[in-house]
């Protein structure tokens, strides 16, 4: 289980066929993060604090949430016990599943902060995409003042075409209690889910493009996915924090078959 307490950045990066993991902060890292607030600070680590129960009683420190399933057949599988489930990647994967247990108190909001995504070369080579790199990065966007799930897809600019950075927000807050998110990302249908607690229907759904982007990219343009080459995962802000976040994940599991929540 890894703690990362963000105001801004930090996350763990695997590089794919590699299966090594790149970890923001000093070489005593141990899976914890606390980010002073400054921009672009990789930041320093500490364990002073549990995650509580989401039951009544919020004073018993929560356990580990468990052993991944199945640890021993994924893709890749990283419970954040001295990374031992850490396993080759095939490069160039152009859709994966997954699934992850996410913990979140304080539960604060930037204009946009991220905890998992891949990232590559853009799948296609036809309509703008060759040459450049695209990511699919699962986020939260704010509602209200609320963190809510979401996507966001950047591609590479080019001297002809900038940098495009679009997203799609769901209506569904992240709650400040243990929950298991679930997602698929297919690169080559531009296609990604992502699920809640194990329910069969999306809680967010993007079919080749999202409900925005920055301009003067037009909303209506195509998320060219990524080939992956990387995983990674973490609380990042791309912008200061408005208050602060503390996010536990643990049990993440990313596969080329569906990984469903317990």
């Known amino acids: 289980m890894r703690r990362f307490v963000t105001r801004?950045?930090?996350?763990?990066?695997?590089?794919?066929?590699?299966?090594?993991?790149?970890?923001?902060?000093?070489?005593?890292?141990?899976?914890?993060?606390?980010?002073?607030?400054?921009?672009?600070?990789?930041?320093?680590?500490?364990?002073?604090?549990t995650p509580h129960d989401a039951g009544a009683d919020t004073a018993t420190p929560l356990q580990d949430a468990g052993p991944p399933d199945p640890c021993g057949t994924a893709l890749f599988c990283e419970t954040f016990d001295g990374y031992g489930g850490v396993t080759t990647i095939a490069d160039k994967q152009k859709f994966v599943y997954g699934r992850m247990k996410m913990y979140i108190d304080p539960n604060g909001t930037s204009v946009h902060w991220t905890f998992f995504g891949i990232d590559g070369p853009a799948a296609t080579t036809v309509d703008g995409g060759a040459g450049r790199n695209a990511s699919y990065i699962m986020s939260s966007l704010p509602k209200s003042g609320v963190n809510t799930y979401s996507f966001v897809y950047g591609l590479s600019g080019t001297p002809s075409n900038g940098f495009h950075d679009c997203s799609s927000q769901s209506a569904t807050s992240m709650p400040s209690a243990w929950a298991c998110v679930s997602f698929e990302m297919d690169s080559s249908a531009r296609k990604l889910r992502m699920y809640k607690d194990g329910v069969t229907t999306p809680i967010l759904s993007v079919d080749d493009h999202g409900k925005g982007c920055v301009a003067p990219t037009p909303a209506a343009d195509p998320w060219y996915g990524p080939a992956v080459t990387d995983l990674f995962v973490g609380a990042y802000s791309f912008h200061a924090m408005d208050a602060p976040l503390d996010v536990w994940i643990d049990d993440l599991v990313v596969d080329t078959k569906p990984v469903v929540c317990p």
């Open 8 to 49: 801004t950045g930090a996350w763990l990066a695997v590089i794919v066929g590699t299966a090594a993991f790149a970890g923001c902060g000093d070489a005593s890292d141990d899976g914890t993060a606390a980010i002073d607030g400054s921009a672009g600070d990789a930041g320093t680590f500490d364990d002073s604090a």
